[in-house]
């Protein structure tokens, strides 16, 4: 897709003790199991509304968010 790599948002919860969280991966990376709060391997990938994360030049965020308005698309009110 035009080069630009696409990051998925994963949210996993533990089923341990309940912790939740999202982690930014790669489609090709291991789905986490250790919880970062118990340390134990019991971590589970859940299904959710996917997100992902844009990254490079091109984008609304990066080209023209907080940039100043063209003049030529303004209307002149000297007639």
Known sequence: MFGVPIMPIYEYECTECGHRLEKIQKMSDDALKDCPSCDKP???????????????????????????KSSSGTKSSDK
Do not use: R
């Not at 971590?43 to 965020?61: C, D, M, N, P, T």
């Open 42 to 68: 019991a971590l589970k990938k859940l299904i959710s509304a996917s997100s992902f994360k844009l990254k490079g030049g091109g984008w609304y965020e990066t080209d023209f968010k907080g940039g100043s």
